[in-house]
T-cell receptor, first 111, second 112 residues
Framework: GQQLNQSPQSMFIQEGEDVSMNCTSS?????WLWYKQDPGEGPVLLIA?????ELTSNGRLTAQFGITRKDSFLNISASIPSDVGIYFC???????????FGPGTRLSVLP | DVKVTQSSRYLVKRTGEKVFLECVQD?????MFWYRQDPGLGLRLIYF???????EKGDIPEGYSVSREKKERFSLILESASTNQTSMYLC???????????FGSGTRLTVV
């Protein structure tokens, strides 16, 4: 099946720093989603992207749909302790198909 | 508040036991999914269902079956649990055409 790669696998940052992570695929996707999973909970949708080049924000989070349609990026500004968790990207090849999930980026925020 | 509820947060079962994981959603969603989550592997789709009594295999259906007798309930069945089925199991649901799955809190299953 289709596979997504996420980079980095894990990261440790200081509180207040900005964070960047990305998701790549060898296939072209028509929709990208970003989820966050708090420890011991299920993933929660953060941002949805529908068009190549689209830039969407949700508070301190900003995500972009890559212009090649093979990648997506998530940035978190001024990180805080509650940003800790696993961030998953998910892509959809075409409308109606199930989403494919990446392996996740584990974020740790040091006080 | 809309919800996907998984009946157990933690389960410990013995090898060879038949295991039922239950998932209920209160959002009248047509589509329901079962994933397993393992470190470094992300979320892998086991089975999904687009309607009552319908089921489709996902990427890793071996060793699992499902049941959807009512729209709001989707059950995952491990016919004979094995230690390699120790994992976090996540249920999700969505409405066709609406992006973004709503996930349950997960069931952490340990098979000993």
């Amino acid at each position: 099946g289709q596979q997504l790669n996420q980079s980095p696998q894990s990261m440790f940052i200081q509180e207040g720093e900005d964070v960047s992570m990305n998701c790549t695929s060898s296939s072209i996707f028509n929709t990208w989603l970003w989820y966050k999973q708090d420890p011991g909970e299920g993933p929660v949708l953060l941002i949805a992207l529908y068009k190549a080049g689209e830039l969407t924000s949700n508070g301190r989070l900003t995500a972009q749909f890559g212009i090649t349609r093979k990648d997506s990026f998530l940035n978190i500004s001024a990180s805080i302790p509650s940003d800790v968790g696993i961030y998953f990207c998910a892509g959809q090849l075409y409308y109606g198909q199930n989403f494919v999930f990446g392996p996740g980026t584990r974020l740790s925020v040091l006080p | 508040d809309v919800k996907v509820t998984q009946s157990s947060r933690y389960l410990v079962k013995r090898t060879g036991e038949k295991v039922f994981l239950e998932c209920v959603q209160d959002m009248d969603h047509e589509n329901m999914f079962w994933y397993r989550q393992d470190p470094g592997l992300g979320l892998r789709l086991i089975y999904f269902s687009y309607d009552v009594k319908m089921k489709e295999k996902g990427d890793i259906p071996e060793g699992y079956s499902v049941s959807r007798e009512k729209k709001e309930r989707f059950s995952l069945i491990l016919e004979s649990a094995s230690t390699n089925q120790t994992s976090m199991y996540l249920c999700a649901s969505t409405v066709t055409g609406v992006y973004g799955y709503t996930f349950g809190s997960g069931t952490r299953l340990t098979v000993v």
